[in-house]
């Protein structure tokens, strides 16, 4: 019981170490995110090398809309224009194969703990108020046969805070939570269409 004591007054520290920790995990998560989609746009754009006709560039235009427009025309041209398809097939198989392998495993699991998380908070400011009620009896002398004002006071001081830091984080992480869910399934969409792509080229060993 000492240890659950011991918890309730760390608390507020573990649930603002939860925080950061929160915060390290999306900015990991947004660079993954960043490098597998810049990885694809370059891949695809190399694949066009030479081939008359590409999509012209558009600044305002997202990097999932830029490479939904290249796969859109490389399809054009399987059908339409065999000749051009080909330098298509050929720019694709001067590259590492390594670098066309493409598998979103590490950033669906980062998303996925970044959820987890999100729910996470509520509920350890919940147990930090449980443990703060059931510390501030504890200290309480039995001999009175009631509860001790200070230990209450302190106790409550525990129970508050780790309350409004459980729900304000909880808040805060579930927005931004919401808008790499976004971000991960845009890329989980793309990087579909770019393995069609890629195994439609019969390209062999990817790597994930």
Do not use: C, W
């Not at 603002?16 to 746009?41: C, K, N, P, V």
């Not at 427009?69 to 080909?86: P, R, V």
Request: glycine residues 8%; hydrophobic residues 45%.
């Amino acid at each position: 019981m000492e240890l659950l004591y011991y918890l309730a007054e760390i608390m507020v520290y573990l649930i603002i170490t939860a925080a950061f920790l929160q915060l390290g995990l999306y900015l990991r998560l947004s660079g993954e995110i960043q490098a597998r989609t810049t990885i694809m746009a370059d891949s695809l754009r190399n694949t066009l090398k030479g081939v008359s006709g590409t999509p012209d560039y558009d600044s305002g235009r997202s990097i999932h809309d830029e490479i939904g427009a290249i796969l859109y025309f490389i399809g054009q041209l399987k059908s339409e224009n065999q000749f051009e398809y080909e330098k298509v097939v050929a720019n694709a198989r001067m590259q590492d194969e390594r670098k066309l392998g493409f598998g979103t495993f590490r950033v669906e699991t980062m998303a996925n703990i970044g959820g987890a998380m999100v729910q996470i908070f509520p509920l350890l400011g919940i147990l930090g108020t449980i443990l703060a009620i059931a510390k501030s009896a504890a200290e309480s002398p039995a001999s009175t046969g009631g509860l001790d004002p200070a230990a209450v006071t302190s106790s409550f001081a525990i129970a508050m805070d780790t309350t409004i830091l459980g729900i304000f984080f909880g808040i805060v992480y579930m927005l931004v939570d919401s808008t790499f869910q976004a971000r991960v399934s845009e890329l989980l969409s793309s990087s579909e269409k770019y393995g069609s792509f890629i195994d439609n080229l019969q390209f062999k060993n990817r790597t994930k």
